[in-house]
């Protein structure tokens, strides 16, 4: 979950005039960089040899 203190960060960081949709884009991309970060920090993760199969089986 994004915090108030995480957004004002990033709003800063933006130039002097931007569109919503760079916002938009950008909110998106921090909510799914949190998720992957706690995620992973609680263990919900696959090893690469997992990975490997399950995108072998894309391509059966």
Do not use: C, H, Y
């Not at 800063?12 to 960089?33: R, V």
């Not at 949190?34 to 919900?44: F, P, V």
């Amino acid at each position: 979950m994004l915090t108030k203190t995480r957004l004002k960060e990033q709003i800063e960081k933006f130039p002097e005039e931007f569109s919503i949709d760079e916002l938009i884009e950008n909110l998106i991309l921090m909510e799914k960089i949190e998720t992957g970060n706690r995620q992973s920090e609680n263990g919900e993760v696959i090893s690469d040899a997992e990975m490997e199969n399950e995108i072998e089986k894309w391509f059966d």
